[in-house]
């Protein structure tokens, strides 16, 4: 079990510019979700899939962001035309639906992708 | 709506004593899970503890415990004989059947030698 995989670590860009991150889950996985994390916050949820089909969205998601799991395995979010609130670190995690038969299991998470905006 | 309130936003505890972290929530669901995740500094969230709420035993792994108190909608963690390692941030997190895990702001832990 290699965990929850988030690439790049850091990504540096100016303001305006598109950036996209991927995220690699737990093999076994079905679930993935992707969540924003400020400063002495706790993480907020952005959106979630289930296999290929994202089943729910936060208002948070702007129509800037855009997230896509097409084979129902790794997940990329990309954000057009950053913005400087856009900074922060943004982290993946993944789950299963259901082990030995005991259903919503809890999260792992990556180590997220810190975006900093010139 | 959904809310997850830790109101210490920071805790100091010395080396092999007990502290406790508080969790309220508020919701209008009946069926729904808590969790409490430990975050070391520039190190990737670990789930600590969980306990659905149709659980009346309050759940414990090795030396975390909590003491969930259902009609008052509160989620405390207990720490025991408190090691180094243990300081991180401690979000504590609430989520329905839907998924939408919601977190609170966090509560620094430091352990002292």
């Known amino acids: 079990d290699t965990g929850v995989s988030q690439n790049p670590r850091h990504k540096i860009t100016k303001r305006g510019q598109n950036v996209t991150f991927r995220c690699d889950p737990i093999s076994e996985h079905n679930r993935l979700y992707w969540y924003r994390q400020t400063l002495g916050q706790g993480p907020e949820f952005l959106t979630y899939?289930?296999?290929?089909?994202?089943?729910?969205k936060s208002r948070l998601l702007s129509d800037r962001f855009s997230a896509e799991r097409p084979k129902g395995s790794f997940s990329t979010l990309e954000i057009q035309r950053t913005e400087q609130g856009d900074s922060a670190m943004y982290l993946c995690a993944s789950s299963s639906d259901r082990v030995f038969g005991v259903s919503n299991q809890p999260q792992h998470f990556g180590d997220g992708t810190r975006l900093s905006i010139l | 709506a959904q809310t997850v309130t830790q109101s210490q936003p920071e805790m100091s505890v010395q080396e092999a004593e007990t502290v406790t972290l508080s969790c309220t929530y508020d919701t209008s669901e009946s069926n729904y899970y808590l969790f409490w995740y430990k975050q070391p500094p520039s190190r990737q969230m670990i789930l600590v503890i969980r306990?659905?709420?149709?659980?009346?035993q309050n759940a414990t792994e090795n030396r975390f415990s909590v003491n969930f108190q259902k009609a008052a909608k509160s989620f405390s963690l207990k720490i025991s004989d408190s090691q180094l390692g243990d300081t991180a941030m401690y979000f504590c997190a609430f989520m329905i059947s839907n998924n939408d895990m919601r977190f609170g702001a966090g509560t620094r832990l430091t352990v002292k030698p």
């Open positions: 306990q659905e709420a149709y659980k009346q």
């Open positions: 899939f289930q296999n290929e089909a994202q089943l729910e």
